[in-house]
């Protein structure tokens, strides 16, 4: 196991341009005005509207990776969570 002399190592690590964080952003931003759009014109009650995007937004998370990585999941969800936008992101964030 490899140890870090100075906290600068770990920070640098983790440290993104900002291009990086231009694109990450812009991504995340595109993505959510498509999902908002698309519940807007489906649904067109308020309420229905925030609870179905709350719980689409859970769903979405579960199978993205974002508590679990796709790799541990079982066959089946690692093939749904290629419809799950974060999973994407977390793709586009390791790419980048």
């Known amino acids: 196991m490899r140890r870090y002399s100075s ?3 770990i920070r640098k690590k983790w440290e993104l341009k900002p291009v990086q964080t231009v ?4 991504f995340i931003a595109v993505v959510a005005c498509l999902y908002a759009a698309f519940l807007c014109g489906v649904i067109k009650n308020d309420m229905n509207a925030n609870i179905s ?3 689409l937004a859970v769903i979405l998370s579960l199978l993205g990776g974002t508590f679990v990585a796709v790799e541990n999941m079982p066959k089946v969800f690692q093939i749904m969570s290629f ?3 974060i999973r994407w992101v977390i793709q586009i964030m390791h790419w980048i």
């Not at 694109?23 to 812009?26: D, K, N, Q, R």
């Open 53 to 55: 995007a709350s719980g």
């Open 23 to 26: 694109l990450i952003a812009g």
């Open 7 to 9: 906290q600068n190592e």
């Open 83 to 85: 419809a799950s936008p």
